[in-house]
């Protein structure tokens, strides 16, 4: 029943962007706080951003901060990532995912063994 599908992703260029979205159903979104991961191959799956459930409230990992924003348009059921200035240690395959528990927050990190819904994947590759 709780779907998370993710899109946006590709090839571009450092110092490009893209914007990924993040489709959801199944669930009330605007009660739960979403998170964007990804992971590099041979890497763990690392937090890169959340949001939680009205929008007042962002995350970030220290190596985006400044280049990635997260928002959300819950009347449209998604998430975004729009991420500028992408380096190629941005690469990876990102994912979304939601809290396990509705209408909770943590400071300052995303704690990734909270979150129990994940999509798919979409594919980044920052190259030249």
């Known amino acids: 029943q709780v779907q998370l599908v993710e899109s946006g992703g590709g090839l571009v260029q450092p110092g490009g962007s893209l914007r990924l979205s993040c489709e959801t159903s199944g669930f009330t979104l605007a009660y739960y706080t979403i998170g964007w991961f990804r992971q590099a191959p041979g890497k763990e799956r690392e937090g890169v951003s959340c949001?939680?459930?009205?929008?007042?409230?962002?995350n970030y990992a220290d190596s985006v901060k400044g280049r990635f924003t997260i928002s959300r348009d819950n009347a449209k059921n998604t998430v975004y990532l729009q991420m500028n200035d992408l380096k190629p240690e941005d690469t990876g395959v990102y994912y979304c995912?939601?809290?396990?528990?509705?209408?909770?927050?943590?400071?300052?990190?995303?704690?990734?063994?909270?979150?129990?819904?994940w999509g798919q994947g979409t594919q980044v590759t920052v190259s030249s």
């Open positions: 995912a939601r809290d396990r528990v509705q209408l909770r927050w943590f400071q300052n990190h995303c704690p990734r063994n909270e979150y129990g819904y």
């Open positions: 949001i939680n459930g009205r929008g007042g409230f962002t």
